[in-house]
């Protein structure tokens, strides 16, 4: 599963912007049994878990991002997305996808979201 993200920038506290990331190489019967998640990694610090959504569709979200972020998944074009809402300085980082089945954990490249003050 090669994963491909897109969507950073440079954003200003309290606006918005959205994350999106494609499972190239992937043939939808195998994306579909990926539970799917979204990292960061701001500087200096470890990556953390941002928000995830199963196959199933089941979500959970840091505690940090719960009622701003919402991760979403369309599996018709194996894809998933992070809306960000109310961002703020302290979601600076780099935002990486991440996809999961069993042992196997496939890391995308990440893109830089920059929230400025």
């Known amino acids: 599963v090669q994963l491909q993200a897109s969507g950073g920038g440079l954003v200003q506290a309290g606006g918005s912007l959205r994350v999106s990331c494609v499972a190239s190489?992937?043939?939808?019967?195998?994306?579909?049994?990926?539970?799917m998640g979204w990292y960061r990694q701001a500087p200096g610090k470890q990556r953390e878990l941002v928000a995830v959504?199963?196959?199933?569709?089941?979500?959970n979200y840091a505690d940090s991002v719960k009622g701003r972020f919402t991760i979403s998944r369309d599996n018709s074009k194996k894809a998933i997305s992070l809306q960000m809402r109310s961002l703020k300085p302290e979601d600076t980082a780099v935002y990486y996808c991440?996809?999961?089945?069993?042992?196997?954990?496939?890391w995308g490249q990440g893109t830089l979201v920059t929230v400025s003050s």
């Open positions: 959504i199963t196959a199933s569709g089941s979500t």
């Open positions: 991440n996809a999961k089945r069993g042992v196997n954990t496939y």
């Open positions: 190489r992937a043939i939808f019967s195998v994306f579909i049994q990926h539970e």
